[in-house]
Structure formats: structure tokens, C-alpha cells
């Protein structure tokens, strides 16, 4: 059973910085597109970024420059560091991992949610 948890949110002042981690449980990260998404009251669901097996990023408009997403194999963790924060980045974010492309079984895996708060 594959499992996602994210961990580092909380609450954070304007301008500040937080790192979100998320552990994947099994053995499909390394072939993964890892991504993360976000969620305010009111709002759908919206990408963050994705990161593919190869090392290609792709960012929301929203938050490019200021956000960046990586990965560890070694450790099957996909990381989401947030520098500059604002309050529209409040949100809850989620940890996702997709089947690439090429592979014919496929998969779309979420975390549970981590909430982040921008205020002062």
C-alpha cells in the first residue's frame, strides 16, 4: 500500500519561509512525477509544482521564483521550499505522485493535506 505523508506547515509570518516534506511509502517514487497542489477555502485545487523522474520542474504561475520543489531517492521524500510567503499562499498543500507516461499501470496517489497559514 502506498502511502504519502506530508509534514512541515503551520503558521508563518509575510515574507517568511516554511519547507514541506513528503515521505512516499513503497517502492514508486523514484519513477514518480512528485507534485505538489493547494487548496484554499473556496478555491480548486490548484498545482504548485511537479518535479518528473528526470529532474524537470514545472511551477504555478502563482508562486515561480519563489517556490522551489526537489526530490531525494535515497530517502523517497519530495521536498517544497516556500521563501517570501504571502497571505494567498494560504492553503492547504498536498502531496502527489503520478504514474509517468510510459508506464502502463497507472496511479495518482495523494497525502492527507498540511496546512499552511501566512498572517501576522
Known amino acids: 500500500q502506498v502511502q504519502l505523508v506530508e509534514s512541515g506547515g503551520g503558521l508563518v509570518q509575510p515574507g517568511g519561509s516554511l519547507e514541506l516534506s513528503c515521505v512516499v511509502s513503497?517502492?514508486?517514487?523514484?519513477?514518480?512525477?512528485m507534485g505538489w497542489y493547494r487548496q484554499a477555502p473556496g478555491k480548486q485545487r490548484e498545482l504548485v509544482a511537479i518535479?518528473?523522474?528526470?529532474?524537470?520542474?514545472k511551477y504555478g504561475d502563482s508562486v515561480k521564483g519563489r517556490f522551489t520543489i526537489s526530490r531525494d531517492n535515497a530517502k523517497n521524500t519530495v521536498y517544497l521550499q516556500m521563501n517570501s510567503l504571502k497571505s494567498e499562499d494560504t492553503a492547504v498543500y498536498y502531496c502527489?505522485?503520478?504514474?509517468?507516461?510510459?508506464?502502463?499501470?497507472?496511479?495518482?496517489?495523494w497525502g492527507q493535506g498540511t496546512q499552511v497559514t501566512v498572517s501576522s
Open positions: 518535479m518528473y523522474s528526470g529532474g524537470t520542474t
Open positions: 513503497g517502492t514508486i517514487f523514484s519513477i514518480s512525477i
Open positions: 502527489n505522485a503520478k504514474n509517468p507516461a510510459w508506464k502502463v499501470t497507472t496511479y495518482d496517489y
